[in-house]
């Protein structure tokens, strides 16, 4: 009796093995990529929150400016006044400002060292500005509010 021989196709022991090197080297590769790729990201994320946090500063100060009434400021802490009362305020705190209305806290990553206030009359005396500064070791940030003469009279009155 003569025995049948069957030919089943399939994958040599080599054939196997060089598969799954090309299979480990495409994975390394995926993985190198991925793991520079994620570190970029993490550079720009930390690179860009700064440019996020002082974009978010100037709109808060400027809406709480125009906002309020007037704004009270000494060298750690500002507070915006809305009829009489504090309506939103600014601390410092290490290297964070916090900004706190009501029972909202928010917090900016800016090395602010202090507040300074003062006011800019033209040369004509007839235009007055009220100036904000946010003094930072880089640079300050300037916020300008124009002084209307009805408000200078009230504060003339005020004090006299």
Known sequence: MQTKRFNIPGFTVIEAVIGMVVTALVIAI???VFTITSERLLDFKEANSAIVDRTRIVYALNKDIFDNESFVVNEEQLSFLCEGKIDTEYII???ILVRVKEDFKDTFRLKIQRFVADTLVSKSGSIHYNRLQL???DNNINFY???????LVKKYMYEH
């Not at 509010?145 to 408000?151: M, Q």
């Open 135 to 137: 003094i930072t070791k």
């Open 145 to 151: 509010k124009k002084i209307y003469p009805a408000d």
């Open 30 to 32: 995926i993985f190198v």
């Open 93 to 95: 705190e290490d290297d």
